[in-house]
């Protein structure tokens, strides 16, 4: 197993990273998840007119703007200048839900996975709070990096599910 970055090999405590050696380069992350729910409130959600708004487009730019402050949220990210944010809603293809995907792109020093989940699980939260009334039962599942591309560790594809 690799030594983990973020813990300091000496004290073992949390640390940032200093990525201030490493060269620039373009960075893009790929993120998904699925916030599954039973078909009356998908209908619903998918109708649009819901008494909160329209929930695919809150959901939308609550990922966006979450992707903007994850360094606000999670202790050890640097914050990074994002050139594209993109956040997706839509009809899981398997009936289930609603399926959530960020791309985040930047060019740094450093990668833009955290931004992507975080814009996914952010986007799911929001579609949970926004149906909830209709169905408290619905699951936040699979959370997970899609792909990542740029940096030194090379690129990252996840295995099919």
Not at 42 to 52: D, E, Q, T, Y
Not at 65 to 76: D, S, V, Y
Not at 90 to 112: E, N
Not at 123 to 152: H, N, P, Q
């Amino acid at each position: 197993m690799s030594e983990l970055s973020h813990i300091d090999q000496s004290t073992g405590r949390a640390r940032m990273v200093d990525v201030s050696e490493k060269p620039q380069s373009e960075r893009e992350a790929l993120a998904a998840g699925l916030v599954r729910m039973k078909p009356e409130t998908l209908a619903l959600a998918l109708a649009g007119g819901w008494k909160k708004g329209d929930v695919v487009a809150a959901a939308e730019i609550a990922g966006v703007m979450a992707a903007k402050r994850t360094a606000e949220l999670i202790p050890m990210c640097h914050p990074l200048t994002l050139s594209k944010i993109a956040v997706q809603v839509s009809k899981d293809a398997g009936g289930l839900g609603l399926a959530v995907t960020a791309r985040v792109k930047t060019t740094g020093q450093t990668g833009v996975e955290m931004e992507a989940l975080t814009a996914v699980s952010v986007a799911c939260l929001t579609l949970y709070d926004m149906l909830k009334s209709a169905d408290k039962g619905m699951s936040i599942e699979g959370v997970r990096l899609i792909s990542k591309t740029g940096g030194t560790s090379g690129d990252f594809h996840a295995a099919s599910r």
